[in-house]
């Protein structure tokens, strides 16, 4: 099977922009996720989705959002961009985001805010 | 609440010798405990779960981890290292009963390895 695919793998972005990163995960799996990746907070959740529903969320502000496609894929969204939001944004997915589920996760998007 | 602690930023062995790499968790129910890796400029690869079951679990690459509820650890371990071993590790848990846990892992900071020749 093909892995989790995320694309596109690096970006460059400035103070005020918005960017979507696009994840596509491993065949039927359902279940996907996303985490933001930095020096300084180490890995942060920031929302699942599950058949096209958002069932948790983390404590991030509302400039970070997410949707689901009917073929699972995932799509983030980053409005209104900061400094503070350069980061490698991970994509994970699973079977059906439970608890006993492994999350496999895809190579990133290296996301440079200047 | 459920949180990971990684105490180790670094942990340096030369090849060849034991790897451990130290984990402690605190959740409010029972908990399910990953580990993985992660190599430069790359995602995180899965190694190895605890979830129930044998207090051993052994995983990928060689790697195995021993959960230890009395101590709430679960360390990961190889019993020879090598050059390749080097990366960064991190912990992850999830309380089995929290309603917080869909699709959420909790990670450690992560410990860096590095092995020697």
């Known amino acids: 099977k093909a892995g989790v695919t995320q694309t596109p793998r690096y970006l460059i972005k400035t103070r005020g922009q918005q960017v979507t990163l696009s994840c596509s995960p491993i065949?039927?799996?359902?279940?996907v996720s996303w985490y933001q990746q930095t020096p300084g907070q180490g890995l942060q959740f920031l929302f699942e989705?599950?058949?096209?529903?958002?069932?948790n969320k983390g404590n991030f502000p509302g400039r970070f959002s997410g949707r689901q496609f009917s073929n699972s894929r995932s799509e983030m969204n980053v409005s209104t961009l900061e400094l503070g939001d350069s980061a490698l944004y991970l994509c994970?997915?699973?079977?059906?985001?439970?608890?006993?589920?492994?999350?496999?996760f895809g190579p990133g998007t290296r996301l440079t805010v200047l | 609440a459920q949180s990971v602690a990684q105490p180790e930023d670094q942990v340096n062995v030369a090849e060849g010798n034991p790897l451990t790499v130290k984990c402690t968790y605190s959740?409010?129910?029972?908990?399910?405990l990953f580990w993985y890796v992660q190599y430069p400029n790359r995602g995180l690869q899965f190694l190895l779960k605890?979830?129930?079951?044998?207090?051993l679990v052994k995983g990928s690459y060689g790697f195995e981890a021993e959960f230890n509820k009395s101590q709430t650890s679960f360390h990961l371990k190889k019993p020879s290292a090598l050059v390749s071993d080097s990366a960064l590790y991190f912990c992850?848990?999830?309380?089995?009963?929290?309603?917080?846990?869909?699709?959420?892992?909790?990670f450690g900071a992560g410990t860096q390895v590095v092995v020697t020749p």
């Open positions: 065949s039927g799996h359902r279940s």
């Open positions: 994970a997915s699973s079977p059906t985001g439970q608890s006993t589920d492994t999350q496999y």
């Open positions: 959740v409010s129910g029972n908990p399910y």
């Open positions: 992850a848990v999830r309380d089995a009963y929290s309603a917080d846990s869909w699709g959420k892992l909790q």
């Open positions: 989705y599950f058949s096209e529903t958002q069932r």
């Open positions: 605890y979830i129930t079951g044998d207090n």
